[in-house]
Nanobody, 117 residues
Framework: QVQLVESGGGLVQAGGSLRLSCAAS????????MGWYRQAPGKQRELVAG???????NYADAVKGRFTISRDNAKNIVYLQMNNLKSEDTAVYYC???????????WGQGTQVTVSS
């Protein structure tokens, strides 16, 4: 049974920091590109950051320089360190796993991040 379980969301003041974690089970973690997406009310889900199986990363322009994605293949966890948070970062954040070769997507249940200004 595949599970992606996010944690670390919450309420934070603008300028603050949060670290999201996503623990994966039921997949071959090292064969998956991992990503964090977010969806704000009334908006489409968007990619925030991704990390490939070789550790290369990519970021949405809106978060470059503030967010850092990393992965621990030994623990099957992907992290998103979020610094200097802004009110526009408020959204539900989802963990994604995309299988190498098949491109099959798996999603977590989401964790709410609310940034107060």
């Amino acid at each position: 049974q595949v599970q992606l379980v996010e944690s670390g969301g919450g309420l934070v003041q603008a300028g603050g920091s949060l670290r999201l974690s996503c623990a994966a089970s039921g997949i071959t973690f090292s064969f998956n590109t991992m990503g964090w997406y977010r969806q704000a009310p009334g908006k489409q889900r968007e990619l925030v950051a991704g990390i490939s199986i070789d550790g290369s990363t990519n970021y949405a322009d809106a978060v470059k320089g503030r967010f850092t994605i990393s992965r621990d293949n030994a623990k099957n966890i992907v992290y998103l360190q979020m610094n200097n948070l802004k009110s526009e970062d408020t959204a539900v954040y989802y963990c994604n796993a995309r299988r190498l070769y098949t491109n099959r997507d798996r999603w977590g249940q989401g964790t709410q991040v609310t940034v107060s200004s």
